[in-house]
């Protein structure tokens, strides 16, 4: 099993350097770390009074674990989670906050489980896993990371900006796509004809 040091440093290097696209919400952002997260933790690294840009080009490699470790799994409690569920559900909140656990909320209802959709991980979330876990515990993962593509594929479907995260120009699987199946075993991989008939009406 990876320890929550081994997941951050993988999210920080799936996540790569300094970007600062115009399409991304986040803004500029350094190892997945958004000058927005950076703000509300008061991160002015360059001491000048302002949090901008130029902070996030100062983060290093290991504020950014620690940053994910402190913030994106402990405060959230992704701890309390089975160990199968721990890697992707925190990659997922790194990349998309608390949705990642609304995802994992809806996902156990459709085990049957009875959890308010509400983002956090108390022992209501906790009990429903264990639940799902005991009826299907060797695909709970798989349908996770399944539910990961979707929410990608759909968050696609309704921002036209976003289509390339998950598209490529050539009509590939976007970065969002392919981040999604790093957690799902490989039978359940969407193939590329399929892909391509998803994203068909995006034009």
């Known amino acids: 099993m990876q320890t929550v040091d081994e997941i951050a440093r993988a999210i920080v290097r799936r996540e790569g350097g300094y970007v600062n696209d115009p399409d991304d919400l986040g803004g500029a952002t350094k190892y997945g770390v958004t000058v927005h997260t950076m703000r509300r933790l008061g991160l002015d690294l360059t001491r000048d009074g302002v949090v901008d840009a130029h902070d996030v080009l100062a983060l290093s490699e290991a504020e950014a674990v620690e940053i994910f470790k402190t913030h994106y799994f402990f405060k959230p409690s992704i701890g309390d989670l089975p160990a199968v569920l721990q890697s992707s559900v925190f990659d997922m909140y790194v990349n998309a906050g608390n949705h990642a656990v609304k995802i994992l909320q ?23 896993v264990k639940a799902a876990m005991a009826i299907a515990s060797g695909y709970l993962a798989d349908a996770y990371g399944l539910e990961r593509r979707a929410y990608y594929y759909a968050l696609a479907d309704s921002r036209v900006a976003s289509r390339k995260y998950a598209r490529t120009q050539a009509g590939g699987k976007g970065g969002w796509i392919l981040r999604a199946e790093e957690f799902i075993a490989p039978k359940y991989h969407i193939t590329l004809t399929d892909h391509k008939k998803r994203c068909a009406k995006w034009g």
Do not use: Y
């Open 106 to 128: 809806r996902m156990l209802a459709k085990f049957g489980q009875s959890v308010m959709v509400d983002g956090a991980i108390g022992p209501q979330t906790c009990a429903a």
